[in-house]
Antibody, heavy 116, light 107 residues
């Protein structure tokens, strides 16, 4: 069974950093592209970032470019999102997503709250 | 960045109704479009990939069509479990963008 389990969310102050992790199981993690998608409370889905299967290619939404870094450790079957210089508008649930002809598996999300 | 305009933003319908949701891309995206269903408090679920292909396990009352800039998601006969929010997503080039969502409510 495919599982994606996010962790690392929490409450931080503006300007601080946080690292999200996504533990993958039930599939060959190293062969899939992965993404992060976020959803602010009561709002729609927003694509955040992508990484290819070996980590050599990454892409970001303009809103997070230069502040967020996506990475992966295929030996540990884990996806990461390093979030720096956090802002109030980054408050959202962050979903880890597998990409296989569409975003076919989603984690339950990690809640990040940025507030003073 | 490619913009996805989804309409309507909300829709009231009854069980058994046929409903159509539309997404329009600001430039041509071929058939690189997917549709998702999200129920309250849950992660989204993939319904349609490559504009018109039904994801495994998704009921056949869901269908997708379109290419280029105009796409539709149709539910042929609404069931109680279909009342949710629906999103389109283009996967043509980065950055990917979702439509604003369509909230489907019970009339």
């Amino acid at each position: 069974e495919v599982q994606l389990v996010e962790s690392g969310g929490g409450l931080v102050q503006p300007g601080e950093s946080l690292r999200l992790s996504c533990a993958a199981s039930g599939f060959t993690f190293s062969t899939f592209w992965m993404h992060w998608v976020r959803q602010a409370p009561g709002k729609g889905l927003v694509w955040v970032s992508h990484i290819n299967s070996d980590g050599s290619e990454t892409n970001y939404a303009d809103a997070v470019k230069g502040r967020f870094t996506i990475s992966r450790d295929n030996a540990k079957n884990t996806l990461y999102l390093q979030m720096n210089s956090l802002r109030a508008e980054d408050t959202a649930r962050y979903f880890c997503v597998r990409d296989w002809i569409g975003f076919d598996y989603w984690g339950q999300g990690a809640l990040v709250t940025v507030s003073s | 960045a490619i913009q996805m305009t989804q309409s309507p933003s909300s829709l009231s319908a009854s069980v058994g109704d046929r409903v159509t949701i539309t997404c329009r891309a600001s430039q041509g995206i071929g058939n690189d479009l997917t549709w998702y269903q999200q129920k309250s408090g849950k992660a989204p679920k993939l319904l349609i990939y490559a504009a018109s292909n039904l994801q495994s396990g998704v009921p056949s009352r869901f269908s997708g069509s379109g290419s280029g800039t105009d796409f539709t998601l149709t539910i042929s006969s609404l069931q109680p479990g279909d009342f949710a929010t629906y999103y389109c997503l283009h996967e043509y080039t980065y950055p990917y963008t979702f439509g604003q969502g369509t909230r489907l409510e019970i009339k």
